[in-house]
């Protein structure tokens, strides 16, 4: 099971940090991602981490602005999300697969067709 938490309402230019916590199992062999849905738009990847530390991967509206880390001791992953636009508001949820063979933008599509997800958090930037 895979719990996103740390949403919220912020102001443009603001920061949150989004946690992604597995139970029944160790997000050190699975790669995580995250993924955002606004309303009336198609969910996204937004960015993921792979499999034991590998690499990470960022969408291009995100980079320099998000980073994705993992803290094996708390069994968790994070999204921190910096200098926040009303762009990014929208449900954002986490998601797993223990598949290694892949890499990149192509975990996404392998996530949503095979992966394990959270419930989502709702992110608001709004002034």
């Known amino acids: 099971q895979l719990v996103e938490s740390g949403g919220g309402l912020v102001q443009p230019g603001g920061s949150l940090s989004l946690s992604c916590a597995a139970s029944?199992?160790?997000?050190?062999?699975?790669?995580i991602g995250w993924f955002r849905q606004a309303p009336g738009k198609e969910r996204e990847g937004v960015s993921n981490?792979?499999?034991?530390?590998?690499?990470?991967h960022y969408t291009d509206s995100v980079k320099g602005r998000f980073t994705i880390s993992r803290d094996g001791a708390r069994n968790t992953v994070y999204l921190q999300m910096n200098s926040l636009k009303p762009e990014d508001t929208a449900v954002y949820y986490c998601?797993?697969?223990?598949?290694?063979?892949?890499?990149?933008?192509?975990?996404?599509?392998?996530?949503?067709?095979?992966?394990?997800w959270g419930q989502g958090t709702q992110v608001t930037v709004s002034s």
């Open positions: 981490i792979k499999i034991n530390g590998g690499s990470a």
């Open positions: 029944g199992f160790s997000l050190d062999y699975y790669t």
């Open positions: 998601a797993a697969t223990d598949d290694p063979y892949y890499s990149g933008s192509a975990y996404y599509t392998l996530l949503t067709t095979e992966g394990v």
